[in-house]
């Protein structure tokens, strides 16, 4: 195995400088999965990600297609429910399940479109609005993200996917670790077996670590 080099970390950090480093560390975790679909567990068949063999046609090599093949692959699977939805332009479903797929292949701004042409007709469809406050998300706007998951919460005020999604945000895009540990509070006691418990478990622990520091303050340097 090759020696892998550490790079020296300083004995004494500035607080922004740890709660930086905690953020930073998370944010692998979301990248690798953290947030959940609000519609998860009833998701049709055509709103399912590309399959690999499917990316790899595409790339024409094993590693991640840029963002325009992944628009046109979209572009391709949502072909079928396009044309449903010039018969039926009313169907929230099928503006959902077009959602779902540009959301699934990270066309979010587009994603969003759909979605929110769908909640016009179902207002308060939870599902579909945690969904499309996740695209927010992802295109950079917490505060929107935020207002669209309580506006889930008042539909769906236990919705586990959208009190889990809504802990992450208000961590990561607001650095409020009190208003996400109590929201994920809330996940668990209105959830009693939600079966992502042990993620929420261990972001839970993540961060209580850094939640005592004080903007100015100065901290020990996180074990190396």
């Known amino acids: 195995m090759p020696n892998v080099e550490k ?15 905690s953020v930073i560390c998370l944010l692998i975790g979301l990248a690798g999965g953290w947030f959940i679909r609000g519609s998860q567990g009833r998701r049709s ?27 046109r692959m979209a572009d391709k699977q949502a072909e079928p429910l396009l044309q449903q939805l010039g018969k039926e332009p009313n169907n929230a479903d099928t503006l959902a399940k077009i959602g779902n797929i540009y959301y699934d292949t990270q066309q979010f701004p587009v994603a969003i479109d759909y979605y929110q042409r769908a909640l ?5 469809d939870a599902s579909v609005r945690t969904d499309m406050a996740t695209a927010y998300w992802y295109t950079g706007n917490a505060d929107l993200a935020i207002s669209e998951f309580n506006r889930a919460l008042a539909d769906e005020p236990n919705k586990p996917n959208a009190l889990f999604n809504l802990g992450v945000v208000q961590w990561q895009g607001k650095m409020d670790s009190d208003e996400a540990l109590a929201t994920w509070q809330r996940l668990l006691e209105t959830n009693p077996n939600y079966e992502g418990k042990g993620k929420v478990v261990e972001l839970m622990a993540q961060v209580k670590k850094h939640s005592g520091i004080k903007p100015g303050t100065q901290a020990k340097a996180l074990p190396q």
């Open 7 to 21: 790079t020296s970390t300083p004995s004494i950090w500035t607080s922004s400088q740890a709660y930086t480093l």
């Open 45 to 71: 068949a055509s709103s399912e990600s590309p399959a690999p063999a499917a990316t790899q046609a595409m790339t024409g090599q094993s590693g991640e297609p840029t963002s325009e093949q992944m628009r």
């Open 120 to 124: 016009k007709l179902r207002p308060a």
